[in-house]
């Protein structure tokens, strides 16, 4: 028989038997707890801090100085290495063509953008800042060097960078042969050297007397003389930095060749290096621009502009509406940082706020009517018939309305079309869903506007009368920040793809033309 006080737990095997069961229920609550982190809180560290690479951008020696200035600080500000590759311009080009790498290419003059281009080579181009020919000689100007004649002469020894390789060679045989100078000037050069900094080093060792350089090389150089000598000092080379076809991350190459353009980062190291600056935007790692566009316009620009943001990094704030709307939020002090309008007319508006516009397209009123045109309305005439019900955009509030109305004077059916119109909107859009309800029997649109009605109404060409006929610029905002981003939406707004989407919608391509 068992003993009633032996079988019963003792007190410290209780105690024990509730530390094992408090620690395992602990435990689980400290599980559940991880899990449920994993599950509700994201990962941040790759989408914070996502991995970099160094980029890889070839210069022209002619611009160590700053590229190299300017590399260091933008490591040190956002952590991104940038490798940057000195030689000649030319050398440079082909190395790209061999290699396939690299983000950026800054030659020391546009000219070798063109061959970059032509090999398919480039994709943005960033203006950065201009540089002048001049005659390299020892301080004091010992040769006494005053004219192009002197460097002909029996005691001057000339060294020049070779046209094949360096910009400045290039530059100055293509100015001279137009004079018919080159030749004879080459016969008297000593030397001709792949880069313009070895040209410059070899008057600065007295291996020769003179050489052709760079304004801007009067601070690297401060023992030798830049000489301004006519017709060399009007040969002017522009710089410019583009984003390569070859780049694996065109959005980092993007934002870098914003930082070294940039007005207070890059800019000012190539000011103090003696280099006349290009008009560079603010620095902001993701700035964000303001679009105002005419509501016709959305669906021919969206889908570009939505591209545009991801490669660049950046935001564009659009704001669609009916020009008239949008005029007299601009004349009240909202001013974007570009413009695309309906018509010239309502840019014309408002163009001591914009630059010159340049024009995307061009769009056509037609008279929208129900499948089959059960009406048979063939002519602006016929929109005045008893009892037609006949929508219009607003005259005030859109360029649709504005134009609707030049149109109906032009064809002298102003009065009698009046008498039918039930509604005034500030949007082609609005009417034509009018339409599909069957609220209208007819309504004056643009041929854009129409897609959204395809297969279910029917389109009646407005001819003969030229103003029913529009065009849509764009340009860039006066008192914007961002004027070089600006205009690379404005430019990819002109490039082939967008060109495709203008057309599906039904718009005439213009392609950038500053004539309307």
């Given at each position: ?92 080009l ?28 480039t ?82 060792l ?7 350089g ?60 003696g ?24 669906p ?5 502009i ?30 974007p ?10 840019m ?17 009123l ?34 649709l ?55 279910e ?11 029913s ?27 082939a ?7 599906d ?9 500053n004539?309307?």
């Amino acid at each position: 028989m068992s003993d009633p006080i032996a079988d019963s737990p003792s007190p410290a095997r209780n105690n024990r038997s509730r530390w094992f069961w408090g620690i395992l229920f602990i435990a689980g609550l400290i599980g559940i707890a991880v899990t449920l982190q994993s599950i509700l809180v994201p990962k941040r560290t790759a989408a914070v801090n996502p991995p970099s690479r160094t980029l890889i951008v070839h210069v022209a020696a002619s611009l160590r100085v700053p590229m190299e200035a300017i590399a260091a600080e933008y490591t040190r500000e956002t952590g991104n290495e940038v490798e940057v590759r000195l030689g000649p311009s030319q050398t440079l080009l082909a190395n790209i063509e061999l290699s396939r790498q690299g983000d950026l290419y800054l030659p020391a003059d546009d000219s070798y953008l063109a061959l970059a281009r032509s090999k398919n080579l480039t994709a943005e181009v960033i203006p950065i800042a201009t540089q002048s020919v001049r005659v390299v000689v020892q301080r004091g100007n010992p040769k006494r060097i005053a004219t192009l004649d002197d460097l002909l002469r029996p005691d001057v020894r000339l060294a020049q960078a070779n046209p094949d390789s360096a910009a400045i060679g290039k530059l100055i045989r293509t100015a001279l042969q137009k004079r018919n100078e080159w030749d004879i000037l080459a016969k008297k050069t000593i030397v001709f050297k792949p880069a313009v900094t070895e040209v410059a080093n070899d008057v600065k060792l007295g291996t020769a007397d003179a050489a052709f350089g760079w304004d801007t090389m009067s601070a690297t150089y401060p023992d030798l003389e830049m000489l301004s000598i006519p017709p060399l000092d009007t040969i002017v080379a522009s710089v410019s930095a583009t984003v390569l076809s070859t780049t694996t991350d065109a959005t980092a190459a993007l934002r870098f060749a914003r930082y070294l353009s940039a007005s207070d980062r890059g800019l000012p190291h190539f000011a103090r290096a003696g280099f006349k600056v290009a008009a560079g935007d603010k620095w902001a790692e993701m700035p964000e621009i303001a679009v105002f566009a005419g509501a016709m316009l959305r669906p021919a620009i969206e889908e570009t502009i939505t591209a545009f943001e991801s490669r660049e990094g950046v935001r564009v704030a659009r704001i669609y509406n009916g020009c008239g709307i949008l005029v007299a939020q601009m004349k009240s002090g909202k001013h974007p940082d570009a413009y695309i309008s309906c018509d010239v007319a309502f840019m014309k508006q408002v163009d001591d706020l914009f630059d010159s516009p340049r024009t995307l397209s061009r769009n056509r009123l037609v008279i929208a009517v129900q499948k089959g045109n059960p009406h048979n309305i063939q002519t602006l005439k016929d929109l005045g018939r008893k009892g037609l019900r006949v929508g219009v955009g607003h005259e005030q509030q859109c360029a649709l309305g504005a134009i609707t109305k030049q149109t109906f004077l032009a064809g002298k059916v102003y009065g009698d079309v009046s008498e039918n119109i039930v509604v005034q909107v500030p949007a082609g859009d609005m009417l034509v869903n009018q339409m599909r309800t069957g609220s209208l029997d007819a309504a004056v649109v643009y041929v854009s506007n129409m897609k959204l009605g395809a297969g279910e109404l029917d389109a009646v060409p407005i001819t003969g009368i030229p103003c029913s006929i529009v065009a849509q610029p764009a340009a860039i905002g006066r008192e914007t920040q961002f004027p070089q981003l600006s205009k690379r939406l404005i430019d990819r707004l002109l490039t082939a793809d967008s060109e495709r989407i203008f057309r599906d919608w039904g718009f005439d391509w213009v392609g950038g033309s500053n004539e309307p």
